[in-house]
């Protein structure tokens, strides 16, 4: 698993990536154990996340060393004797340094493994928003409605209720994150320019956290199992 320590908005906590990837990893191993046998390394913290760093609250790598440290811990794994391996993301910023390192692993450093990157939302997001519970545009976000409900549905402890309530709503952000006729924007202050949040976190509730929890931990189980068969 790969994640973040990073801010949150005014109302989450640092670790929400961390504690939601985590989470995911460790369930759905645990249920596709059941028929194929999968091994949750413990969680790659730390993520390219220059683009919080104005609000505080974040430990970023650089993209060198992100891309090095995740691929120095593949390494290990080969060396343990791993041959199919999976680098599941829960953090945005990873997310094309993770398929650099896959690309590489197996390529230029000619690992004799086979290995799958991909973030555990991208993996979920069709069997979501098919039942109804959120909208794609709304997935993943950043400290909006879809991560907030997460958090609820796991740590409500670690949400701050009465800065959750008074947060201003905003008008979803996708565009500093998402993709405009297939490129991805990057925008120089974008991020300073919000409040820290991509959507309406105020919306999040702890029951529909866990209904989508449960369908990306049976999403991504199914991933597992599908990877392991291959």
């Known amino acids: 698993p790969t994640a973040a320590i990073e801010q949150h908005g005014p109302h989450a906590p640092i670790m929400t990536d961390t504690l939601l990837c985590g989470t995911v990893a460790q369930r759905a191993a645990e249920r596709a154990s059941a028929t194929v046998p999968v091994i949750v390394a413990p969680v790659f913290c730390f993520g390219n996340s220059h683009h919080h760093l104005p609000f505080g609250g974040t430990l970023s790598l650089s993209s060198p060393t992100y891309l090095q440290g995740v691929t120095d811990v593949l390494l290990g794994l080969v060396n343990c004797g791993f041959r199919k391996l999976v680098v599941l993301n829960g953090h945005g910023g990873n997310t094309d340094s993770n ?74 952000l996708g565009s500093l994150f998402g993709d405009l006729s297939g490129a991805t924007v990057q925008a120089n202050g974008g991020w300073a320019s919000t409040p820290g949040y991509t959507d309406n976190p105020a919306a999040a509730s702890a029951e529909e956290g866990k209904a989508i929890l449960e369908v990306i931990v049976e999403r991504v189980s199914e991933f597992l199992l599908a990877f392991g068969r291959s």
């Open 99 to 172: 398929a650099v390192v896959g690309l590489d692993f197996v390529h230029r450093l000619n690992q004799p493994v086979t290995i799958a990157t991909g973030a555990y939302w991208d993996i979920a997001r069709p069997a979501i928003v098919e039942r109804g519970l959120m909208a794609g545009k709304l997935i993943p976000g950043h400290a909006g409605h879809f991560e907030t409900s997460l958090v609820l549905a796991l740590r409500p402890d670690l949400v701050d209720p009465a800065v959750l309530a008074a947060t201003p709503e905003v008008k979803p």
